[in-house]
Structures are given as C-alpha cells and as structure tokens.
C-alpha cells in the first residue's frame, strides 16, 4: 500500500511571498488532515476533510491559509502572504474515515517551509 | 484546543535500557491515546496505541501504561536500541477523531 505523498519536500521563501502544498493521500482514504509542526513542538492540526468536505477548521488561520480537497482525493494547502512566523513543516495526514476515534492516522514525510 | 504535557523533553539511555516517558492530558473526552514515532525526516508513524478501559497494553518492547483517574499514561520501551533513537509524540484522541499532540521527546539511545 502506498503511503501519503506530499510535495514539495522543501520550499524556501521569502516574508509575503504565496506558497502551495499538495498531498496525496492513500488510497480510499476518505479523510485527510493537514498539521503544522514547528521545530521542537508536536503537530497541531489545522484541518480535517471527511472526503470533499471541511469537517473543522477552526485553527486555521483564514485570513492567510486555505485548503481544499476539491474531488475528495488529492487536496492543497496555501498560504499567501506568508510570514516568518509560518516556518513550519507541514504534514498530510490521511484514514480511512471510520466514526471510531482509534481510525488510525498516517502520514506523509511533511514539506519543510522556510519563510526568510 | 486542551493540552497533553508530555516530559521528558529530551532523554539519552544506554543500549538495554529502559526508556519512559510521560504524558498528561486535561481532556476527559478523549477516549485513544495513541504514541507515534518520528524518525528525521519523516512523518511521524503510529507506533502502539491505548483506550482508556484498559490500563496496560504491551506490543513487544513497547508498553502503555494509563492511569485515568490521574489522566496520566506513559511509554516504556524495554532493552532499548539504537534504532529506536527518534522523536516520540503522545496524542488524546476523541469522537472526532482528530489529535491533540504532545510536544514530543527526542530519545537517544547510546550503543
């Protein structure tokens, strides 16, 4: 079974600068998730799709991050305008979907941002 | 989003060694408490798994031990290894199936 792809693996970009990530979740995976992770912290999530669908996005922060997932599969994360403060990794996660809380969560190698 | 407190921040134990590390979570809806491992580079990756209705699970070297009237549980790795040198993240789970993480352990094991 394939795992979660994501890419770019690294971006470097300057302050006010757009950036776009794409990941691509395993298959039959009808729910996908995007963290943020900041050196030395542990991911915090920022969004969670039930296929096409915005299950919760409330720590994203809308006034500069967007996200869709427009056929339910593949799905984008962007920022614009970036800020230093951005310099994260970003991880996709995906799961099958089950209602069960132990619907295990994997996930993709994450693309590093770097915002000078 | 409420927290889980993870500690140590960083531990370094000898090859054969017992590594343990601790979380405590305020969320008493949570209801899985999942560890995930990080190697550099790499997305972090499920690694053993609890729910509250037990109060020990062992796969292997690995052991969840969960406290829920301290809403406490910790990770015990057994005769340790260099390859088991990673990040090591707690999380609390609940209905909606999203995860709150720890702010991770980096475990380093000396040969």
């Known amino acids: 079974e394939a795992g979660v792809a994501q890419s770019p693996r690294y971006k470097i970009i300057e302050k006010r600068q757009s950036v776009a990530f794409w990941c691509n979740p395993i298959?039959?995976?009808?729910?996908l998730y995007w963290y943020q992770q900041i050196l030395g912290q542990g991911p915090k999530l920022l969004i969670q799709?039930?296929?096409?669908?915005?299950?919760?996005d409330s720590q994203l922060p809308k006034d500069r991050f967007s996200a869709e997932r427009l056929k339910g599969v593949d799905s984008t994360l962007k920022i614009q305008p970036a800020k230093l403060e951005d310099s994260a990794v970003y991880l996709c996660?995906?799961?099958?979907?089950?209602?069960?809380?132990?619907?295990?969560?994997?996930f993709g190698p994450g693309t590093r941002l770097t915002v000078l | 989003q409420q927290q889980v407190k993870q500690s140590p921040q960083s531990l370094i134990v000898q090859k054969g060694g017992i590594s343990i590390i601790n979380c405590a979570y305020e969320?008493?809806?949570?209801?899985?408490f999942p560890w995930y491992q990080q190697f550099p580079g790499k997305g972090p990756a499920l690694l053993i798994a609890?729910?509250?209705?037990?109060s020990e699970k062992k796969e292997g070297r690995f052991t969840i031990s969960f406290n829920k009237s301290a809403k406490q549980f910790s990770l015990h790795i057994m005769d340790s290894q260099p390859g088991d040198s990673a990040t090591y993240f707690c999380?609390?789970?609940?209905?909606?199936?999203?995860?709150?993480f720890g702010s991770g352990t980096q475990l380093t094991v000396l040969p």
């Open positions: 298959s039959g995976h009808a729910t």
């Open positions: 996660a995906s799961s099958h979907g089950t209602l069960a809380s132990t619907d295990t969560q994997y």
């Open positions: 969320n008493t809806a949570f209801d899985y």
């Open positions: 799709f039930q296929n096409n669908g915005v299950v919760d």
């Open positions: 609890i729910r509250p209705d037990v």
């Open positions: 999380a609390g789970g609940g209905s909606a199936r999203q995860l709150t």
